[in-house]
Nanobody, 117 residues
Framework: QVQLVPSGGGLVQPGGSLRLSCAAS????????MNWYRQAPGKERELVAS????????NYADSVKGRFTISRDNAKNTVYLQMNSLKPEDTAVYVC??????????WGQGTQVTVSS
Protein backbone atom coordinates (compact mmCIF):
# COMPACT_ATOMS: atom_id res chain seq x y z
CA GLN A 1 0.00 0.00 0.00
CA VAL A 2 1.42 3.34 -1.07
CA GLN A 3 1.43 5.98 1.62
CA LEU A 4 2.63 9.55 1.77
CA VAL A 5 1.99 10.85 5.25
CA PRO A 6 2.68 14.52 5.96
CA SER A 7 3.40 16.13 9.28
CA GLY A 8 4.55 19.46 10.63
CA GLY A 9 1.74 21.75 9.58
CA GLY A 10 0.11 24.16 11.93
CA LEU A 11 -0.40 27.76 12.87
CA VAL A 12 2.51 30.17 12.78
CA GLN A 13 2.91 33.93 12.96
CA PRO A 14 4.14 35.94 9.99
CA GLY A 15 7.90 35.77 9.84
CA GLY A 16 7.97 32.41 11.56
CA SER A 17 9.12 29.03 10.35
CA LEU A 18 7.77 25.53 9.96
CA ARG A 19 9.23 22.32 8.64
CA LEU A 20 6.96 19.91 6.85
CA SER A 21 7.81 16.25 6.49
CA CYS A 22 6.32 13.61 4.25
CA ALA A 23 7.04 9.98 5.08
CA ALA A 24 6.75 7.57 2.17
CA SER A 25 6.17 3.85 2.07
CA UNK A 26 4.96 1.19 -0.32
CA UNK A 27 7.13 2.16 -3.28
CA UNK A 28 10.78 2.65 -4.15
CA UNK A 29 11.17 6.14 -2.81
CA UNK A 30 14.68 6.69 -4.16
CA UNK A 31 13.47 6.34 -7.75
CA UNK A 32 10.93 9.15 -7.51
CA UNK A 33 11.17 12.87 -7.80
CA MET A 34 9.36 14.48 -4.91
CA ASN A 35 7.26 17.61 -4.95
CA TRP A 36 5.38 19.86 -2.60
CA TYR A 37 2.18 21.47 -3.81
CA ARG A 38 -0.13 23.84 -2.07
CA GLN A 39 -3.67 24.97 -2.59
CA ALA A 40 -5.53 27.80 -0.95
CA PRO A 41 -9.29 28.35 -1.18
CA GLY A 42 -10.21 29.98 -4.47
CA LYS A 43 -6.76 29.46 -5.95
CA GLU A 44 -5.26 26.93 -8.30
CA ARG A 45 -2.97 24.29 -6.94
CA GLU A 46 0.60 25.52 -7.09
CA LEU A 47 3.83 23.58 -7.36
CA VAL A 48 5.93 24.98 -4.55
CA ALA A 49 9.13 22.96 -4.71
CA SER A 50 10.56 19.87 -6.33
CA UNK A 51 13.61 17.70 -5.88
CA UNK A 52 15.12 15.01 -8.07
CA UNK A 53 15.31 11.40 -6.98
CA UNK A 54 18.87 11.71 -5.72
CA UNK A 55 18.49 15.20 -4.35
CA UNK A 56 20.94 16.56 -6.89
CA UNK A 57 18.66 19.32 -8.12
CA UNK A 58 15.84 21.43 -6.70
CA ASN A 59 13.37 23.92 -8.08
CA TYR A 60 11.07 26.46 -6.45
CA ALA A 61 8.17 28.67 -7.29
CA ASP A 62 9.15 32.32 -7.48
CA SER A 63 6.81 33.08 -4.63
CA VAL A 64 8.84 30.97 -2.20
CA LYS A 65 12.34 31.06 -3.61
CA GLY A 66 14.83 32.14 -1.01
CA ARG A 67 12.46 31.31 1.83
CA PHE A 68 11.67 27.61 1.37
CA THR A 69 14.06 24.69 1.05
CA ILE A 70 13.16 21.21 -0.10
CA SER A 71 15.34 18.27 0.88
CA ARG A 72 15.12 14.52 1.12
CA ASP A 73 16.61 11.64 3.02
CA ASN A 74 16.35 8.50 0.95
CA ALA A 75 17.52 6.35 3.84
CA LYS A 76 14.46 7.51 5.78
CA ASN A 77 12.07 7.64 2.81
CA THR A 78 11.22 11.19 3.77
CA VAL A 79 11.02 14.52 1.98
CA TYR A 80 11.07 17.83 3.84
CA LEU A 81 10.03 21.37 3.22
CA GLN A 82 11.67 23.97 5.43
CA MET A 83 9.61 27.16 5.35
CA ASN A 84 11.13 30.35 6.68
CA SER A 85 9.95 33.96 6.73
CA LEU A 86 6.38 32.81 6.34
CA LYS A 87 3.78 35.20 5.00
CA PRO A 88 -0.01 35.15 5.26
CA GLU A 89 -0.17 34.34 1.55
CA ASP A 90 1.62 31.07 2.30
CA THR A 91 -1.52 29.87 4.05
CA ALA A 92 -2.70 26.75 2.24
CA VAL A 93 -3.06 23.02 2.36
CA TYR A 94 0.31 21.53 1.52
CA VAL A 95 0.51 18.17 -0.22
CA CYS A 96 3.48 15.99 -1.05
CA UNK A 97 3.69 14.18 -4.34
CA UNK A 98 5.91 11.44 -5.76
CA UNK A 99 6.34 11.21 -9.50
CA UNK A 100 8.03 9.20 -12.20
CA UNK A 101 7.08 10.75 -15.53
CA UNK A 102 5.09 8.37 -17.68
CA UNK A 103 4.86 5.72 -15.00
CA UNK A 104 3.46 6.54 -11.59
CA UNK A 105 2.28 9.44 -9.52
CA UNK A 106 1.24 9.33 -5.89
CA TRP A 107 -0.38 11.96 -3.72
CA GLY A 108 -0.29 12.28 0.01
CA GLN A 109 -2.76 13.72 2.46
CA GLY A 110 -2.80 17.45 2.86
CA THR A 111 -1.51 19.28 5.89
CA GLN A 112 -2.78 22.72 6.77
CA VAL A 113 -0.37 25.61 7.15
CA THR A 114 -1.87 28.81 8.48
CA VAL A 115 0.18 31.99 8.75
CA SER A 116 -1.62 34.55 10.85
CA SER A 117 -1.07 36.90 13.73
Amino acid sequence: QVQLVPSGGGLVQPGGSLRLSCAASGFTFSRYAMNWYRQAPGKERELVASITSTGSSTNYADSVKGRFTISRDNAKNTVYLQMNSLKPEDTAVYVCNAKVIGLYEYWGQGTQVTVSS
